[in-house]
């Protein structure tokens, strides 16, 4: 097991910094307009016309910032220090507070909307800069961005955080994150986000409303969103946290039980703990049902119809090694980490581009590669494989 380990470490950390960043810093910067291009297609074309999304920066933001945490190359900083600048400059709205989701190519405001995802996803990047370079700015700003989303997302009434909201924070009738999903008041996706997130601002701001916020999004994923007997986490909510989707995404059941854990191990609470940590096993056994060994995780399951969507994507492959990673460090489950190294062992044959840099969108159900999808965009971010090697590097399992 300790050579699995050695090898899993040795090669993320090969493709962390010889594949996945540098393909960023070399495309994505724009150096006409500031910030960072919006879009890069399947087959290489960059689109300088396209319009640029808060998700793709702030998680630009938080990579490079991350990177730059534990390996110390003070050119992921820049890039990271860009990254902020583009949000503060760009997204971040100076008369209402808040992200905007989207602006043009030439940094004008596109999309006014707040999405709370997306507020999230800045916070997340924010506070890692903070964390990694202790830029108090950024700090700021992440502070500003929590004291918004509480103000006027959070449900004060039946908990939890409503899904969007307009510029000026008052209702809208399309709250969808994306065409894919419905159009319900509240998400287990923003709820994730919003949970790492809080995660890591209260690693390096210990403050008392944020410390109850996080005890509270812990317990609403146990009593309102996870599913109790199967295990499975609930997609989409009311404002009463009735469901009425039967839907699986295997990717964000792995995805939840490390950083559910993750955000309970940084609370610091034991009885919050206690009841975590029998969950997180649970939650991802159930994730199990999409794993096929040597060919990665599938993305969902319609369970009322039958539909199964058996397409790989990258982001799914990601959170499936550090999922059953994390769950062999925590439990000592060999099982676990064989899931975890199979799945890498898929990632590197089919879903990291050799040639190109970077990594594509997805292996199609048919066992295609799928070059169709963004090579890098607005949900394609230098984010969910950066994370992958860097919890894979940092992490300690002696």
């Known amino acids: 097991m300790k050579e699995i380990i050695t090898t899993l470490k040795s090669e993320m950390l090969n493709v962390l910094t010889t594949n996945i960043l540098p393909y960023w810093m070399k495309w994505m910067v724009d150096y006409e307009s500031g910030g960072f291009h919006g879009r890069i297609t399947g087959d290489e074309q960059l689109m300088p016309d396209a319009e640029k999304g808060a998700i793709l920066n702030a998680r630009i933001l938080w990579a490079f910032s991350a990177a730059y945490r534990q390996l110390g190359n003070p050119e992921y900083l820049v890039i990271a220090k860009r990254a902020k600048q583009a949000i503060l400059d760009n997204f971040y709205d100076k008369e209402y507070g808040g992200i905007y989701w989207s602006i043009d190519n030439k940094n004008r405001m596109l999309d006014a909307k707040k999405q709370i995802y997306a507020n999230g996803f800045a916070i997340y990047g924010l506070s890692e800069l903070y964390r990694a370079s202790g830029d108090f700015e950024a700090l700021t700003y992440a502070i500003k961005l929590f004291g918004s989303i509480e103000s006027h997302s959070y449900d004060k009434e039946k908990g939890g955080y409503f899904e969007a909201l307009s510029r000026e924070w008052n209702q809208i009738d399309d709250m969808r994150l994306s065409e894919k999903d419905a159009n319900e008041r509240k998400t287990m996706n923003t709820h994730l986000h919003i949970l790492e997130s809080y995660t890591n601002l209260f690693r390096v701001w210990k403050d008392e409303q944020l410390r109850q916020k996080l005890r509270n999004l812990i317990y609403l994923f146990m009593d309102k969103i996870l599913n109790k007997k199967t295990y499975h986490l ?98 000592g489950d060999e099982v676990a980490l064989k899931r975890a190294a199979d799945c890498w062992s898929f990632i590197k044959t089919n879903l990291i581009d050799k040639e190109n840099g970077e990594w594509f969108w997805s292996v199609c159900a048919d066992g295609t590669i799928n070059k169709n999808d963004d090579k890098a965009g607005f949900w394609k971010c230098p984010y969910h494989n950066s994370r992958m090697c860097l919890e894979m590097i940092e992490r300690n399992f002696d």
């Open 234 to 331: 609930q997609l989409f909510f009311d404002d009463n946290w009735n469901s009425k989707y039967d839907i699986v995404s295997y990717g964000h059941d792995i995805e939840a039980s490390w950083l559910l854990l993750e955000a309970s191990l940084v609370l610091g609470e034991a009885d919050v703990l206690t009841k975590v940590l029998p969950l997180v096993r649970k939650i991802a056994e159930a994730a199990a049902e999409g794993y096929m060994p040597g060919f990665g995780m599938i993305s969902e399951q319609n369970k009322k119809t039958g539909i199964t969507d058996r397409e790989r994507a990258w982001w799914v492959q990601c959170e499936t090694v550090i999922g059953y990673i994390n769950i062999y460090q925590y439990f």
